[in-house]
């Protein structure tokens, strides 16, 4: 999954590589302050004259004053550059994966259905772009964090190594890929009330439709509440070991503190160090946290990608036949068609061994009861559908041997259901 989602950084690695070196200059900027504020711990501890001590003050201000207009800097960059390389990446992810619907036959619709396809390109692709965003910011700045924190001051890079300090894990998280099917059938049932409202309405069955959205809405809201009851043990956990180390880390140099003789350590020391044991175990927890939302983006990225491997049925042949619009005689022929939607059931054809012709400038009336095929015999030659067996014929020619644009150029379609697209009443019009 995340080697077919990586081509679409492509010509953003730049991108990425100035966020994380504006977050690393944030990093060492947040890391340096603590040393700084060690060095007016020191200048009082050694008792020197209250002018010099004003001094520094004043100099070591200005330092932290430089060292967060630089670290702004450095955070404005990353959230700037995270934001665009978020954007694009979803921008040309939408893009294929519309492109690629557009594409399919109606048997690969039929395989996803309209709610669950709707959802992966609204739901899914931002849970993606989130992810990408907060992978740039939080999981860059996590270990820049761990990893200067061990060579900016040496004093506290030794005592970091002689203190125990939290670790971060991962909860896998395996409600993910069922609650976005629960959000598939809410959209489902959503758009079908959308849709048929005034059939609803006619035939009094709001009482039902509500029922059924109640019913789809709760299976979902029982999956998230058992999802979020996996997330919400991370943060307490993470608070308790925080809590604990920073009690130990106190109590530790405290005693080491009374015993400055023998260990050399100084109470400045001891605060510089519990701020980067802070700063550190709050970006752990971030990084948790995000860690969290990368395993409901990998069931993201599956759906999708799931959607991108799926091979078109319906394609041009290699090479098409292309009819000019004046020679088109209008022969349709069935030879021995027959034809199902599932092709890897073992279920009846919905038509079999149809076999009929219709001469130029003659009309037929297929006639018969709902659902007996009729739509479907008609689909067969436009090739909206292909048929299971035998062979659909247009002026001799098979329709799967026709350029897939040139075959429905030729067919003129009047639908059963009458569908508006956004726009004026001529715009509609122009459609035909």
């Not at 006639?367 to 030659?381: A, F, H, P």
Request: charge should be neutral.
């Amino acid at each position: 999954m995340i080697k077919k989602l990586a081509k679409y950084m492509n010509g953003l690695w730049l991108l990425a590589l100035v966020s994380a070196m504006g977050m690393i200059i944030e990093a060492v900027c947040e890391l340096a302050t603590p040393s700084l504020a060690n060095n007016i711990y020191e200048s009082v501890s050694n008792t020197t004259t209250p002018e010099e001590t004003r001094t520094l003050v004043i100099k070591t201000g200005i330092m932290m004053f430089l060292l967060a207009a630089v670290g702004l800097c450095g955070g404005l960059a990353t959230m700037k550059t995270s934001a665009e390389i978020s954007q694009r990446f979803v921008f040309r992810l939408r893009s294929d994966v519309y492109k690629k619907i557009s594409a399919f036959s109606f048997r690969n619709i039929d395989k996803f259905s309209t709610a669950s396809l709707t959802t992966k390109m609204t739901n899914d692709i931002t849970m993606l772009q989130n992810v990408v965003m907060m992978s740039l910011r939080i999981l860059v700045r996590g270990p820049a964090l761990l990893i200067v924190s061990n060579v900016t001051d040496v004093d506290s890079a030794s005592a970091y190594n002689r203190y125990p300090y939290s670790g971060c894990y991962e909860i896998r998280i395996f409600y993910v890929p069922k609650m976005q099917k629960k959000v598939d059938n809410v959209n489902r049932v959503v758009q079908e009330n959308l849709i048929g409202i005034r059939v609803v309405k006619a035939f009094v069955r709001e009482d039902h439709k509500k029922e059924k959205f109640h019913k789809t809405s709760d299976e979902l809201a029982a999956q998230g509440a058992k999802a979020s009851g996996l997330i919400v043990t991370v943060m307490p956990i993470m608070m308790l070991l925080f809590n604990i180390v920073i009690v130990f880390v106190y109590y530790k140099g405290s005693i080491d503190a009374a015993n400055y003789s023998e260990t050399g350590m100084q109470v400045g020391e001891i605060s510089v160090f519990a701020s980067y044991i802070m700063q550190i175990l709050m970006q752990l927890m971030m990084i948790s946290m995000v860690l969290l939302q990368v395993a409901r983006g990998k069931a993201c990225g599956d759906r999708i990608v799931e959607v991108l491997d799926t091979e078109i049925d319906i394609v041009n042949p290699e090479n098409p036949y292309i009819p000019a619009k004046d020679s088109v005689k209008e022969k349709v022929e069935f030879k021995d068609v027959s034809f199902k939607y599932d092709t890897d059931s073992n279920g009846d054809n919905i038509l079999d061994n149809i076999s009929f012709t219709t001469e130029p400038g003659e009309i037929i009336g297929i006639v018969g009861g709902t659902g007996c095929g009729k739509s479907s015999l008609v689909n067969l030659i436009s090739r909206l559908y292909d048929a299971t067996q035998g062979e659909v014929l247009i002026d001799g020619v098979n329709v799967k041997d026709y350029d897939l644009a040139s075959l429905r150029d030729i067919i003129g379609v009047v639908l059963q259901k009458n569908v508006f697209f956004s726009g004026t009443i001529e715009e509609n019009i122009r459609w035909g």
